[in-house]
C-alpha cells in the first residue's frame, strides 16, 4: 500500500523566512504533485513533477522530486503571510494512474507578520 | 468553462437518511475522481470514472456508499442509511487522460450527518 508522509505536519513561521516542506512515499512512482487548500476551500493545484530531477518554480515556491530517495521537497523562499494555507502532496502509482492519487495529511503553515 | 462544479454545497441530514451528491466535471476531461476529506486530513480516494466505467471502487468506504457516471458527463454519489461517521467533505475532481494526471478539484460538498 503506498503511503505518503509530510514533515512537518504544522509550521509557524515569520514573513521573510525561508523554510522547506517534505515528502515521502513508500513505493515507486515517478508523478508527484503539490496542492494548496485554504481554510473551507478545494484544493489548488501548485506543481506537477513528472520526472527524477524534476524542478518547478512558481513565485516564492520551488518543488523539487527525486524519484530514487522517494522524496520531495516545497521550498518557501522570503515567506509572505499570503501563502499561509495547508499544503498536501500527492502521489500515484508507477504506471500511473489506476487508483488516483494518494494524498499526504498536508502541512498547515501558518506565516506570521 | 468555469471548472469542476459540485451540488450541494452543504447538505444536512438526520441519521438513516440517503443523500446524493452530484459533480460536473471539465467538460474536456474524461477522468472523474470522487474523495472524502475529513478535517485535519488529506483527501482519500474513494472511486473514479474513465467515461462511463467506473474503474476502481473497491476503496469505497462501505456498499451504502456508490456512484455513477451514466453518461461519460456528470457523476452522483450517494451515501444510503446515513451515520454520523460520514460527515466530511466530499471533493470531485475531473483530469485529462493521458496527460499530467494532474487533478483539478470542485469546491465540494460538505456533509453533516445529525
Known amino acids: 500500500e503506498l503511503k505518503v508522509e509530510q514533515n512537518p505536519l504544522f509550521l509557524s513561521m515569520q514573513e521573510g523566512k525561508n523554510y522547506t516542506i517534505y515528502c515521502n512515499y513508500s513505493?515507486?512512482?515517478?508523478?508527484l504533485y503539490w496542492y494548496r487548500q485554504d481554510p473551507g476551500k478545494s484544493l489548488e493545484s501548485l506543481f506537477v513533477?513528472?520526472?527524477?530531477?524534476a524542478v518547478k518554480q512558481e513565485g516564492r515556491l520551488m518543488a523539487s522530486l527525486d524519484t530514487k530517495a522517494r522524496l520531495s521537497t516545497l521550498h518557501i523562499t522570503a515567506a509572505v503571510h499570503d501563502l499561509s494555507a495547508t499544503y498536501f502532496c500527492?502521489?500515484?502509482?508507477?504506471?500511473?494512474?489506476?487508483?488516483?492519487?494518494?494524498f499526504g495529511k498536508g502541512t498547515h503553515l501558518i506565516i506570521q507578520p | 468553462d468555469t471548472g469542476v462544479s459540485q451540488d450541494p454545497r452543504h447538505k444536512i441530514t438526520k441519521r438513516g437518511q440517503n443523500v446524493t451528491f452530484r459533480c460536473d466535471p471539465i467538460?474536456?476531461?474524461?477522468?472523474l475522481y470522487w474523495y472524502r476529506q475529513t478535517l485535519g486530513q488529506g483527501p482519500e480516494f474513494l472511486t473514479y470514472?474513465?467515461?462511463?466505467?467506473?474503474?476502481?471502487k473497491s476503496r469505497l468506504l462501505s456498499d451504502r456508499f456508490s456512484a455513477e457516471r451514466p453518461k461519460g458527463s456528470f457523476s452522483t454519489l450517494e451515501i444510503q442509511r446515513t451515520e454520523q461517521g460520514d460527515s466530511a467533505m466530499y471533493l470531485c475532481?475531473?483530469?485529462?487522460?493521458?496527460?499530467?494526471?494532474?487533478?483539478?478539484f470542485g469546491e465540494g460538498s460538505r456533509l453533516t450527518v445529525l
Open positions: 475532481a475531473s483530469s485529462l487522460w493521458p496527460n499530467t494526471g494532474e487533478l483539478f
Open positions: 513505493t515507486t512512482s515517478d508523478r
Open positions: 513533477l513528472l520526472s527524477n530531477g
Open positions: 500527492a502521489v500515484v502509482h508507477s504506471g500511473g494512474g489506476a487508483d488516483g492519487l494518494t
Open positions: 467538460s474536456e476531461h474524461n477522468r
Open positions: 470514472f474513465q467515461n462511463e466505467a467506473q474503474l476502481e
